[in-house]
């Protein structure tokens, strides 16, 4: 995987980001790639759901499964804009995703920065690439909770 | 909450569990009691749905949001047949779920007893409750791995 295409799939998970950022939910976006193609995307859409499980990540990789047929995502790359929580690196642990590249580092929800979470523990090794765009990640959940506020 | 009540709302999530084991999916079951009463209830369909996030916990907050028009479950109290894994004890922080009461731990996929998650750095606190019925879950999950192999 080249860093041209991580920052171009990145980008296109910003831009599921903004679709959450319209609709006042935290900007945080995803998708799937599986074979070099985005098979599925998603948002944060937790108040519109009411739904506090329908993070970017669960929203994609549910979408994502239904479309492969399978509940397990064997072979995906998974972009998301943000660190994932503990919720969501489970739920990708669980959907066995090959490789994971997520944006902004997160002290507030990350599972590794704020969570500390022990990977030697996991049943299953992901690659796992992070900072990608991170200050196009960061500028937009800025502007957000500015926006809140 | 007295003891006769927890052993009560337990024996009806083993009745879900059950559910799960007839459809081939491992044996765990989950409810939501509000008000002292049931307000959804849920079992594992990962394979059913091809959804590796629809563990019962996660089937059972979804459906419980539905109903109450929020997707925060203040005041409830969660029980589970089993110890839930990160990825649902994390969706029961989410939640804001009050208490959580589990049956059997699991040294399999135990959120405290095989990942030892440090629950300081929650940013909500439940009350926890484990080992109710601990024994009949654990004898439904033998039997599950046992007609299995």
Redesign the interface.
């Known amino acids: 995987m080249l860093k041209i295409d991580r920052e171009l799939f990145m980008k296109m998970a910003l831009v599921e980001a903004k679709k959450a950022f319209e609709i006042g939910e935290i900007p945080v976006g995803a998708l799937c790639v599986y074979n070099n193609k985005i098979i599925a995307t998603g948002h944060n859409r ?2 519109i ?6 993070h970017a990540e ?1 929203v994609t ?2 979408t994502a ?2 479309i ?6 064997k072979d995906v790359e998974f972009y998301v804009t943000v660190e994932p ?3 969501c ?3 990708l642990i ?3 995703v090959a490789c994971l590249i997520f944006g902004a580092y997160s002290d507030k929800w990350g599972y590794m920065t ?5 990977d030697s ?1 996991w049943n299953h090794k992901m690659k796992i690439y992070g900072g990608i765009l991170s200050s196009d990640s960061k500028l937009l959940l800025r502007d957000f909770f500015k926006k809140l506020r």
Chains 1, 2 share one sequence.
């Open positions: 937790i108040i759901d009411n739904d506090p499980t329908a669960i990789i549910r499964c239904k492969m047929g399978n509940y397990r995502l929580c503990p919720m690196i489970s739920a669980n959907a066995r704020k969570f500390k979470m022990d523990l």
